[in-house]
C-alpha cells in the first residue's frame, strides 16, 4: 500500500492479487447450461475475491464521499459508464443526492455541471479512459473529492485519486477473457456497497425511502396505513354493554365483516368478527351481551406504520384475518384497513 498527497485529501491505493482467479484451468463447455453456470460461477469468485480485498481504503472512501456538501457526480465510458448510471441511480434513491455526467460530454461544457461542494466517483477498469482526463483535472484545479474504481493499482485515475478502489484481479468470463463482465459485476457491487454504506450513515430508513418511490408495488408497500385506512365516520363500534342483536346491524351496514367493541373512555377493547358470531351460534346469542362473544386481543396497527406491515400481519400464518383497527398512541380506535384496501393499493 502507498499513500500520497493529493489536492487537500489523501490519496490511497491498493491492489491484492488472486493468481489462483488468473490461472485456473476451465473445464469445456458443452451445453448452454454449463454456460451460464461457467460465467456465474466466475463472477461469484470475482465477487468473493473483491469482499476479501476490502478494507480501510472503503472507509476512507464512505467518510470523503460522506463529507460532501453537494451532489456525488458519477462517470464511467463505454460499459463502465453503463454501470455509473446505475450507480448514480441507486445512489439517488437511496438519500445520496447523485448524478451521471457523461465524460465526453464533460470536455465539451457539462464540466460546468460539477461544482465546489460536489464529488466525484470516477469509474474506468483499465484506468487510462482518455475522455475521463477532463474531469480528473477539473476534481484537481477545483479541490473535489476524487474515488476512482480501477483494475489497475498503477493507472493514471489510480495516482490522481484520493482513493483508489481497485477491484482484484479476475478472470472476465466469457471465452476470451475480453469482453466486460466480471469486471463490470465487481464495479457494479461495490456501487452498491457504496450507496448502502452511505444510507446507513446518514440513518436513511423506510420513511425516507418511501419519499423517492411513490410508484408502483414498492410505493405502496412503503405507504403509511393512514393514507390507506377507512376513517373515524366510517368505523362500526358498539359500546361494552350493547346486545349482539343491536350490534349486527352496526357490523351489517358498514360491511367490513366486524364491529369494534368501545368502553366508555371510547377505548378498543375487543372486536366480533362473522366469524365469532358463527362459533358463537346458539339459542341465547343474540339475546348475549357483546362482551360475552368478542375477542379480546384483536390485533390492531398504527397509522404511521408501513402498509407492508398490515400486510404481514393479515397473512399471519397463525390466523389470517382480512381486517385491523387502526389506534391511536391512547388506543382509541381512528380508521380500518381492510384487506382489500390493500389490494386496490396494489400490495397483493
Known amino acids: 500500500m502507498t499513500a500520497t498527497r493529493g489536492t487537500s485529501y489523501t490519496r490511497i491505493e491498493s491492489v491484492v492479487r488472486v ?4 490461472t485456473a484451468a476451465v473445464a469445456p463447455l458443452h451445453t448452454d447450461l454449463d454456460v451460464a453456470r461457467s460465467v456465474l460461477a466466475t463472477e ?15 472507509a476512507a472512501a464512505i467518510d470523503l464521499l460522506a463529507g460532501a456538501t453537494g451532489r456525488l457526480v458519477v462517470s464511467g465510458m463505454g460499459k463502465s459508464g453503463h454501470v ?5 441511480a441507486t445512489l439517488a434513491s437511496t438519500g445520496t443526492p447523485a448524478l451521471f455526467v457523461h465524460p465526453a460530454e464533460a470536455s465539451h461544457g457539462d464540466l460546468g455541471m460539477i461544482v465546489p461542494g460536489d464529488a ?6 483499465s484506468g487510462e479512459t482518455a475522455e475521463l482526463a477532463d474531469l480528473i483535472s477539473h476534481t484537481r484545479r477545483f479541490g473535489l473529492p476524487l474515488v476512482g474504481i480501477t483494475g489497475r493499482a498503477e493507472s493514471t485515475l489510480a495516482r490522481a485519486a484520493d482513493v483508489a478502489l481497485v477491484l482484484p484481479p479476475s478472470p472476465e468470463a466469457c471465452p476470451m477473457g475480453l469482453a466486460p463482465t466480471t469486471s463490470t459485476t465487481m464495479q457494479m457491487a461495490l456501487g452498491d456497497a457504496i450507496a448502502v454504506a452511505l444510507l446507513t450513515r446518514r440513518g436513511f430508513g423506510a420513511a425516507d425511502f418511501r419519499q423517492f418511490h411513490p410508484g408502483g408495488r414498492l410505493g405502496a408497500r412503503l405507504r403509511q396505513v393512514r393514507d390507506l385506512m377507512h376513517g373515524p365516520d366510517e368505523l362500526p363500534l358498539a359500546a361494552i354493554g350493547t346486545l349482539v342483536r343491536d350490534a349486527i346491524p352496526i357490523m351489517s351496514a358498514a360491511r367490513f365483516g366486524c364491529v369494534g367493541i368501545v368502553d366508555d373512555a371510547q377505548m378498543l377493547r375487543g372486536i366480533i368478527t362473522d366469524g365469532d358470531l358463527r362459533r358463537a351460534l346458539g339459542p341465547d346469542l343474540l339475546g348475549a351481551q357483546v362482551e360475552a362473544v368478542m375477542s379480546r386481543t384483536p390485533r390492531t396497527i398504527a397509522p404511521e406504520a408501513l402498509a407492508a406491515e398490515a400486510l404481514h400481519m393479515m397473512n399471519a400464518r397463525e390466523r389470517p384475518i382480512t381486517t385491523l383497527f387502526v389506534i391511536d398512541a391512547a388506543g382509541h380506535p381512528v380508521g380500518l384497513l381492510h384487506m382489500h384496501d390493500l389490494l386496490r393499493a396494489g400490495l397483493a
Open 19 to 22: 493468481p489462483d482467479l488468473m
Open 44 to 58: 461469484a469468485a470475482g465477487l468473493r475475491a473483491l469482499a476479501d480485498a476490502l478494507d480501510g481504503r472503503f
Open 84 to 88: 455509473a448510471r446505475k450507480i448514480a
Open 120 to 125: 466525484v466517483l470516477a469509474l474506468s477498469n
